[in-house]
């Protein structure tokens, strides 16, 4: 399973960008999915996901401007992200739980990030 993420780029306060994520390769299912965020120094956190169960969840920092949402005939997940904050700033990896077979377990994937830098 491959999980590649496009949309990350520079963008000035305030601004706004769509990220974008699409599972492909020997695909299943796809259990969970969603957006962990890692800034220069700092571990890598939970943006947004969707659960097992469809929920979503949120970082508390990014509730109200970040929105999430997927596409499962394309197994594609996406990140709308508005009034972005310099502290928004990190690169962003697109994560999925998925099955590769009906016999296979469940096994966790990441794409290869993609950069978002919030500056004026």
């Known amino acids: 399973v491959q999980l590649q993420a496009s949309g990350g780029g520079l963008v000035q306060p305030g601004g706004s960008l769509r990220l974008s994520c699409a599972a492909s390769?020997?695909?299943?299912?796809?259990?969970?999915m969603g957006w962990y965020r890692q800034a220069p120094g700092k571990e890598r956190e939970l943006v947004a996901i969707?659960?097992?169960?469809?929920?979503?969840n949120y970082a508390d920092s990014v509730k109200g401007r970040f929105t999430i949402s997927r596409d499962d005939a394309k197994n594609a997940a996406y990140l709308q992200m508005n009034s972005l904050k310099p502290e928004d700033t990190a690169a962003y990896y697109c994560?999925?739980?998925?099955?590769?077979?009906?016999?296979?377990?469940?096994?966790?994937?990441w794409g290869q990030g993609t950069q978002v830098t919030v500056s004026s």
């Open positions: 969707f659960t097992s169960s469809g929920d979503t």
């Open positions: 994560t999925a739980n998925a099955k590769r077979s009906f016999y296979s377990s469940w096994s966790d994937y």
């Open positions: 390769g020997s695909l299943f299912v796809i259990r969970t």
